[in-house]
């Protein structure tokens, strides 16, 4: 079972295209999402995918899309400032111009989990490729079993999208448990890491599919605990954040083993990683 | 509420365990209930009881000079809470606060060492159980400890 290819060839795909910045919107303190108005013509694209966003005279950066994915007039991409490319990207202000490339890679097999039951289950910035996933899911529901998010953060203040993880958590028919590694003085929920809720779930272990994605140690002891309840890694699926460079599987900055990230990833089977993923170097 | 028995039975941390060794450990255990906000024990009291939550959250909290009590991770429903019963000098190592009104079975520790000790098999058995939980525990602590979500830069 191997994740979506999205081939649709770009016609241009080393060619950024400027986009105008719509909104910007402070999440964290360092991480903020922007809203442009897309690139033009059939633009779309499917939950998991990125761009390369350019911040012209700086340089580029792989960024995750985290709109939704119905939602075809606007690219809504989430961005953590983490070095000089991500720290111009959150500079920028309503009415700037900022260049994409994409939209690339493959996408949460949101097809492959209808008719089961679905984790979601993903830490800090990582609910934001997870976003487009969970809102198509939504759109969708009656074709998933039981759908539940496991979110896990540092603190309280740094959960991302809490105005939407209040709407989601109003659902009856969606399961949202958050918790964090270290709470404060009013926080009343859980506190621990996120494997901890794998526990607390619902969830039919023979046929579960799981959508996961955050810092790799997270996933890696997430994916060891979903298995420890009996789910196989060919229902596992991660996203794996590489140093994507070209975006189309040329450059091989982002390779994994045999995998170009950029292009057969950045959403893998955890069965395809099994020989390359977690290996020290890899 | 069905009794005890029944519900170790039913419970995973018992799953595998031969129900004659699930009457016996049945025996050591009782209904308790607590409401939000209170204290079920606290660091350096005797440490007596593992309680099993049944329904409600319970903080584990350690009292940090000049940063008040901070809460260390909290336990939920099919939780098994407290294990310096087990182990000199049987004190508790936290504090254990009530978040939401909780029901629990609470094991007697003597009581559950001597069922343990006059039956080595059972011992074992409970043994076994109580190192998956304190490893488990243990990677928890680890991963919180690499604070993974910090910016790396």
């Known amino acids: 079972m191997s994740t979506q290819l999205l081939a649709e060839p770009i016609a241009r795909p080393m060619h950024p295209v400027p986009c105008r910045v719509r909104s910007v919107v402070r999440e964290l303190e360092d991480t903020f999402t922007l809203e442009l108005d897309p690139p033009g013509g059939d633009w779309g694209f499917a939950p998991g995918q990125f761009t390369m966003l350019y911040a012209f005279g700086v340089g580029e950066a792989p960024i995750s899309i985290s709109g939704d994915p119905n939602d075809a007039s606007r690219l809504v991409q989430t961005i953590r400032a983490v070095g000089p490319v991500t720290d111009a990207l959150t500079s920028v202000s309503p009415g700037d111009v900022v260049g994409v490339r994409g939209p690339f890679g493959s996408a949460w097999p949101t097809d492959v989990a209808e008719g089961h039951d679905l984790l979601i289950i993903t830490g800090g910035i990582g609910l934001a490729p997870l976003r487009p996933a969970i809102l198509h899911v939504l759109a969708n529901r009656d074709r998933y079993g039981n759908v539940t998010l496991m979110y896990g953060a540092r603190s309280p203040g740094e959960l991302l999208f809490t105005e939407e993880l209040q709407e989601w958590r109003s659902r009856f028919d969606f399961e949202v448990l958050i918790t964090v590694d ?101 | 509420m069905s009794d005890v028995f029944d519900l170790l039975a039913d419970h995973p941390f018992f799953a595998g365990m031969t129900d004659e060794q699930i009457r016996v450990v049945a025996e050591t255990g009782t209904f308790v209930s607590f409401k939000g906000g209170e204290t079920i024990f606290s660091e350096g009291g005797p440490a007596n009881a593992c309680l099993l939550i049944l329904d409600g959250d319970v903080a584990l909290e350690l009292d940090t000079p000049g940063h008040g009590e901070q809460v260390m991770q909290t336990l939920h429903a099919g939780d098994l809470l407290g294990w310096s019963w087990l182990y000199p000098p049987y004190r508790w190592s936290y504090d254990a606060h009530v978040h939401s009104d909780t029901e629990a079975i609470r094991f007697d520790g003597p009581a559950l060492k001597q069922v343990a000790e006059a039956d080595p098999v059972l011992g074992y058995e409970l043994m076994k159980r109580f190192t998956e939980m304190l490893v488990n525990r243990m990677q928890s602590i680890r991963i919180q400890l690499l604070d993974v979500y910090s910016t790396p830069r």
């Open chain 1, 182 to 282: 270290h709470g404060d003085r009013v926080w009343r929920g859980p506190v621990g890491v996120v494997t901890t809720l794998i526990g607390r779930a619902s969830f039919d272990p023979q046929t579960a599919v799981a959508f996961i994605c955050g810092p790799e140690i997270m996933m890696r002891f997430t994916i060891q605990g979903l298995q420890g309840k009996g789910v196989t890694s060919e229902r596992l699926y991660t996203s794996m954040e590489r140093n994507m460079k070209c975006g189309i599987g040329l450059c091989g900055h982002c390779q994994i083993g045999p995998f170009f990230a950029c292009k057969e990833g950045p959403v893998f089977s955890c069965a395809e990683l099994t020989d390359v993923c977690w290996t020290k170097e890899m």
